[in-house]
């Protein structure tokens, strides 16, 4: 499952990573004609561009999905074993983690 990410930015490590969660202050849109979304960071200004399964990914980092089922629902899209997918949603998460996407704020149920 490929993922693209664009930018640079420095790790933050304390993030929940059994429930990620993606900042309350991003939007997504879709570029037209192109395998593309750009994330924008409202909060900082950063814009990030990201293929749609990394930006599907990031939709389902809203605090109550596990890593696991992010996995599992990737893995029933795309007819493919959860545990290959489950490595790829690790990897992609440190990306998204190191492109600072995720917070570590606690859902306010």
């Given amino acids: 499952m490929p ?43 950063r814009c990030v561009s990201l293929n749609h399964t990394a930006a599907a990914v990031l ?19 795309f007819e493919v074993e959860q545990a290959a997918v489950a490595r790829d949603v690790e990897q992609l998460l440190d990306q998204l983690r190191a492109h600072q996407l995720l917070t570590t704020a606690q859902a306010t149920d």
């Fill in 3 to 45: 993922h693209k990410i664009h930018g640079r930015t420095c790790c933050d490590r304390s993030i929940n990573i059994n429930h990620p969660r993606r900042k309350p202050d991003l939007s997504f849109e879709e570029l037209e004609g192109l395998d593309e979304v750009v994330v924008i960071d409202h909060d900082t200004g």
């Fill in 59 to 77: 939709e389902l980092c809203d605090g109550s999905h596990t890593v696991e089922s992010i996995a599992s629902e990737l893995a029933a899209i």
